[in-house]
């Protein structure tokens, strides 16, 4: 499988001619969703989806179908059975992609903000995209999109998060607020000038791809 980055939290996930795209929010190109076979959302944020824009994308590819929570899925309507609702637990099948969700609730931003609800995607059992949370999903992950960056979290946080989910790889994800000075700082942490964590560390610019 071939990872690619697409700006902010939105990555595609390929194999063959099977691409899979992850959250294609506000601060990413539209073309991501060009050629897509299938679409996970995390969460309702628009830096994570817009609905008029994946309506629209539904629209122009009738066998183009949305996998994501239950107020996501409201949002988006019905949609001749296209989208579909999951939740915590739940293994399916998108695809050919196996991809188990994990997951309930968005990290807190403030007390007296409403929390929304957040699933994350384990995709082939290989990629943990989590979304706006700290879900450890329980069960081994090759490689995670860790996020970088938010109003939500804080530096320790990150590496905690790193720590708990121990994976082979971790990918920054969420970045899209941070200039190339916050970069810098937070790679550090993560990486040689930080308090260590088990899992090694990388981020891919937006249109950069890797192997899996």
Not at 29 to 40: K, T
Not at 78 to 97: L, M
Not at 149 to 177: F, M, T
Not at 182 to 211: A, D, F, N, Q
Request: aromatic share 6%.
């Amino acid at each position: 499988m071939e990872l690619t980055k697409h700006g902010h939290a939105c990555v595609a996930i390929s194999d063959g001619d099977r691409r899979l795209v992850i959250d294609p929010g506000a601060f990413t190109d539209p073309a991501v969703l060009d050629g897509a076979s299938a679409v996970l959302v995390t969460h309702e944020h628009v830096d994570h989806v817009q609905p008029d824009r994946l309506r629209a994308a539904m629209d122009a590819d009738p066998a183009l179908e949305v996998w994501t929570n239950r107020s996501v899925a409201e949002q988006l309507g019905g949609a001749a059975g296209r989208v579909h609702a999951v939740g915590d637990g739940d293994a399916v099948t998108v695809a050919g992609f196996d991809v188990q969700v994990h997951g309930e609730w968005h990290e807190v931003i403030h007390p007296e903000l409403p929390r929304v609800h957040n699933v994350g995607f384990l995709v082939g059992g290989l990629v943990f995209h989590p979304g706006d949370a700290f879900t450890v999903p329980g069960t081994p992950v090759a490689t995670l999109l860790v996020p970088l960056h938010a109003p939500w979290c804080k530096a320790s946080e990150v590496i905690d998060y790193v720590r708990a989910v121990d994976a082979d790889q971790a990918w920054a994800l969420h970045d899209g607020l941070l200039n190339d000075t916050g970069l810098g700082l937070m790679g550090g942490l993560l990486g040689e000038r930080g308090p260590g964590t088990p899992t090694p560390y990388g981020r891919l610019t937006p249109g950069e791809s890797v192997e899996l």
